[in-house]
Nanobody, 123 residues
Framework: VQLQAFGGGLVQAGGSLRLSCAAS????????MGWFRQAPGKERELVAA????????YYADSVKGRFTISRDNAKNTVYLQMNSLKPEDTAVYYC?????????????????WGQGTLVTVSS
């Protein structure tokens, strides 16, 4: 599966962005999807995850209530709607795919990765 993430950019604190991740080369609905982020000097963090059907989701505490993950299996795309953005949300955001072998809250098992898209939130 090849993944391409896009939609990052510069936004003021309190603003919104929607990231998209388009998949190709596989059966998209076979894969659980996740959004990760990595800020400079920090470890990569699982931000949100979604089940194959989209019926189940997981959010890190740091984004709960502000971010929404969704997917459209007909379009082979997963989204991350980010609202009420904060400067601490600044990071490179990556989408990733894995077979559904682990709980949504687990950050392991992702073996397909997109190239990352930079989100910068100014104060």
């Amino acid at each position: 599966v090849q993944l391409q993430a896009f939609g990052g950019g510069l936004v003021q604190a309190g603003g919104s962005l929607r990231l998209s991740c388009a998949a190709s080369g596989g059966t998209f609905s076979n894969y659980g999807m996740g959004w990760f982020r990595q800020a400079p000097g920090k470890e990569r963090e699982l931000v949100a995850a979604i089940s194959r059907s989209g019926s189940s989701t997981y959010y890190a505490d740091s984004v709960k209530g502000r971010f929404t993950i969704s997917r459209d299996n007909a379009k082979n795309t997963v989204y991350l709607q980010m609202n009420s953005l904060k400067p601490e949300d600044t990071a490179v955001y990556y989408c990733a795919a894995r077979l559904p072998l682990y709980g949504l809250e687990k950050k392991i098992g992702y073996n397909f990765w997109g190239q990352g898209t930079l989100v910068t939130v100014s104060s």
